[in-house]
Structure formats: C-alpha cells, structure tokens
C-alpha cells in the first residue's frame, strides 16, 4: 500500500521539515496491523519525493475477532494492496505532527500553499472515477485516475472497482493530508475498525474548514460513519448548528458596527443599479445569506430568472421566510430558486447565468481559496457580468465601535486596502479575459475612501 507526495517548491527538500522526516533517511514505524515505513525515492532542490509505503499482516487484522465462523476470506483479501482506511490510520500517525500543522523549524511553510502531487497507485472506487471526482475536484484538485483491470492477462474480466490515482494542487500540506485522511475511506466505503463516537470528533477535527462547505458533505459524513444512521446525523446536526450559530452572532456584530451608515442598504441599491443599467435578465447571487439581494432584485421585472446560493441551510431557510416566496403569485415564484453550495467549489448549477454577485463574501475566504474561488466563478461559470463587494480596510479607522486591530466581523480572514482589492481583481481580469472598474460605496472620505469597494468585470 503506497502514497508518495512529491512538489516542485524551491527548495523542494523543505518537504522533510513538513514531515518531520529526514530525506537522507529511512523510517520505519510500527503499527498494531503492521509496518509503515517513509523514504524519498527523489530528493533534490527542484523536486523532492515523500513515499509512505504501509506493510499489513493480514493475519493481525482479524487477530483476536471472536466471529468462529470466520471464511479464508478473513485472511485473503485486497487490504495490504490498496489504500483503505489502513491508510489514513499510517498518516494520523506517521505524518501526525504534519497534519496537525505544525513545523517548529519552518513555521511560515505550514500557512503556504504549495505545489503537491499526490499519487495512490491502487485506490479502491467502488462508485468509479466520477464519484472521486466528485469528492476532489471541489476542493480544487486537478485529478487523473486510470481503471485498473482484474487481470491484464484476461481483458475479458473486464475493469476492477480499483484506480490509479494522481491529485495535483496548490495547497497547504496539512490540508492535503487532512482532504486523504477523510476522502481515502470514503472512497473506499468501509472501515477496518469498530466506529463509534469518537470517529464524527475526528471526522469534524480534520474536516474543519472545507468539509461543512463541501457539496458532497452528507454523502462523505455517511460513508466515514461507516452508514452509521445515529452517528451520521449526530455529525450532521454538528456542522449545521455550529454553522448558523457563528453566523448569526457575527451578521449581528458587523451590522452594529455598520448601522450608522446603513451600508447593507447602500450595498443593495448599488449593485442593483450596475444589473438594471447592464439589463441583465438572469443572476446568481453567491453567498445570498439572508436574500436581501434578492428581495431587491424582485423589483426588477426585466430580471426573470433569480437564484440565491448559500452554504448555510439555515441562511436559505430564513430567506425563505423573508422572502415570503410561498405567498408570492406563480409567475413571481418561478423566479426565484434557492440552492445550498458554495462559491470555492466547482458547481454546474452555477453555469448560464448573464450575471453573478459576490456580495461581501470573499473576505470570508482563507487568501490560500481566493484562487479557486476565481477559477469557479471567472473560468467555469463565466456569467457576462460579475459583481464583487468587500470592505475598504483604510476606512475601518472611521468606525468608532471597532477596536484598531479588529476587523469588522470576526469571520473575516482579511480585509482589504483599495490598493490591494484593485491587484487582486486586476491580475483575476487579466487572467480570465474580463474587464473591471472599481467603484466606492458609502460616504466617502477623503484620505481612505468609501467603507465598501465594488469591482464590476464584463466579460471581453
């Protein structure tokens, strides 16, 4: 059973500080089913190779079982050749330290996406290549995956349930790590070991920041929980009421801070402004929250076609009740469609629109996902007209309620200055072949500018 993890950064050997494992040398740790043992086959400044190669007694993995009716089966089977669940055990502890994130001897190295190709040479996929797809490209994965045959000897057996698999990405090791470490037995769809309680603390710990947004989230929690009905929805109900809880408290500490200026509303209007004058006919806002948008657009009669995307349930649930859409005549129902998604994950559902908003959402993003956050919207989606909103930094100091080293909503990963918003669209214009103006919302001020900045990109 073999993974290798192999980059391109320079210098590549930094690898080994990220392990915690020396490339000049040969490793070998023991584990209650057997071996794992960690080697570099290449190890140079331009490229660097990390191999985690797991050696399985089968004989270990049915010791002590108390089943008396126990076939050959027990003992012959596919689990010391392809990657399981043995797998993510040999990385939580071999490569613990690393995927927990930590690197005491470079410590900016964890927080840096870096260019990582990983290969499983035997991964079983008993739902096939689509269903791997489906799990890694949303998080940005560039996936190759060949069918292995039954025997090559006899074409006639046809393709076994098994892949070979190589993932490439711009990532953080821990994230990589963490996206194998839960996605290998959900491929696999089964366990080695008893689940219980303790495996949906694990699920959420190593799912933290990508698996509460991931589309496929009820199909990956089912499968890790080993279909475990009890377990699936406890894991569930976990993510969700963590979700809206934070997001609640912070949509009401962002519009304390801005009530003053009414900035939600000058947002609104604004950007309704940009869609009537382009007479659009058809927008998808990503990241909806509570529909305020849409309850604007509703004015818009040329707009025929609104659908609001959110990755909160919870948020789509009280734009429902905000937006009254059961009372609403059938003709202004057919409008309006809420869809739960999220705006870092490929989505087909995002495509055919003529515009798409991003109204204060990318400054809830890590910097490492505002690339493919990009590659969603700008090169897969490609609506004629994209509109994106998010806060003037420089202004912050004009909020009286907001501490000097706070930002204004304690989710926010960032906040940009004007300068560093207009690099940012610029490069993101250039690179999908769109063209963008910038405009200021709220009252400005001389020296900082307005308190929220708007680009608008037209496609050509």
Not at 156 to 177: A, E, G, M
Not at 194 to 221: C, F, M, N, S
Not at 413 to 421: D, I, M, S
């Amino acid at each position: 059973m073999l993974l290798t993890i192999a980059t391109t950064y320079q210098p590549a050997t930094d690898l080994g500080f990220l392990l915690h494992k020396h490339p000049d040398k040969c490793q070998s740790f023991p584990l209650n089913i057997g071996q794992a043992h960690v080697f570099y086959p290449e190890s140079g400044a331009d490229k660097c190779t990390a191999a985690l190669l797991l050696s399985i007694d089968p004989v270990e993995l049915v010791r002590g079982k108390s089943d008396r009716h126990q076939s050959l089966g027990h003992y012959v089977s596919d689990r010391p050749y392809v990657a399981s669940s043995l797998m993510s055990v040999a990385i939580s502890k071999v490569f613990r330290t690393a995927l927990a994130g930590r690197c005491d001897n470079k410590p900016e190295l964890v927080q840096q996406a870096l260019p990582l190709t990983a290969k499983l040479p035997v991964l079983p996929c008993r739902d096939g290549e689509s269903f791997l797809r489906q799990l890694f490209e949303p998080l940005g994965y560039r996936v190759e995956a060949e069918t292995l045959p039954l025997d090559s000897t006899f074409p006639k057996w046809s393709n076994s349930i098994y892949l070979s698999v190589t993932l490439h990405q711009t990532i953080r090791l821990c994230d990589l790590l963490s996206h194998l470490y839960v996605l290998i037995p959900v491929l696999d769809d089964d366990k080695h070991y008893w689940v219980g309680d303790e495996e949906i603390a694990k699920l959420l710990r190593h799912g933290q920041g990508w698996l509460d947004l991931h589309p496929y989230k009820e199909q990956i929690t089912k499968r890790y929980l080993k279909r475990q009905g009890k377990l699936t929805r406890k894991a569930l109900a976990q993510l969700t009421i963590e979700d809206s809880q934070d997001n609640e408290i912070q949509n009401r500490e962002e519009a304390a801070i801005e009530k003053p200026l009414s900035l939600n509303q000058q947002r609104m209007e604004q950007v309704a402004a940009v869609l009537e004058t382009r007479r659009v006919e058809s927008v998808i806002d990503l990241g909806c929250g509570e529909g305020k948008l849409i309850k604007r657009l509703l004015q818009n009669k040329s707009i025929h076609t609104i659908t609001g995307v959110d990755v909160a349930h919870r948020e789509l649930e009280i734009a429902q009740k905000r937006l009254k859409l059961d009372r609403l005549p059938c003709h202004q129902q057919d409008r309006v469609k809420l869809i739960q998604g999220s705006l870092i994950y490929r989505d087909r559902r995002f495509s055919g629109y003529d515009a798409a908003t991003a109204i204060e959402v990318i400054e809830h993003l890590d910097l490492n996902r505002l690339g493919t956050l990009a590659r969603v919207l700008f090169e897969f989606a490609q609506p004629k007209l994209v509109i994106v909103t998010t806060p003037n930094s420089e202004y912050n100091v004009r909020f009286t309620s907001l501490p000097s080293d706070k930002l204004r909503h304690r989710d926010h990963r960032f906040e940009w200055t004007r300068q560093e918003f207009q690099n940012w669209a610029n490069n993101v214009a250039e690179k999908f072949s769109y063209r963008v103006e910038f405009q200021g919302i709220g009252e400005e001020d001389t020296k900082v500018g307005t308190p929220t900045q708007m680009a608008v990109f037209r496609k050509g």
